[in-house]
């Protein structure tokens, strides 16, 4: 499970496997919400360092439990 932060204030769990691939994840959980879930819309960060939604959890250096930081 990885954490997502919307719009910096609502922190919004999303399940995941090691081979789920990030915008997958991140563009079913905009999509509950509402959202614009087109890939080229937003940014993920983690401690103010860019992550590559393209890349599967396992190859994007995460861990269980990591917050990112979604940026529209």
């Known amino acids: 499970t990885l954490f997502v932060l919307v719009d910096g204030q609502q922190r919004e769990p ?4 090691p081979m789920t691939v990030l915008s997958q994840a991140i563009g079913e959980m905009l999509q509950g919400k509402g959202k614009p879930s087109d890939p080229g819309s937003y940014e993920l960060r983690m401690k103010k360092k860019a992550v590559d939604a393209t890349l599967p959890v396992r190859f994007a250096g995460l ?5 990112l930081e979604l940026r529209f």
Do not use: E
Not at 14 to 17: E, L, M, N, P, R
């Open 14 to 17: 999303v399940k995941v496997s």
């Open 63 to 67: 861990q269980n439990r990591d917050t």
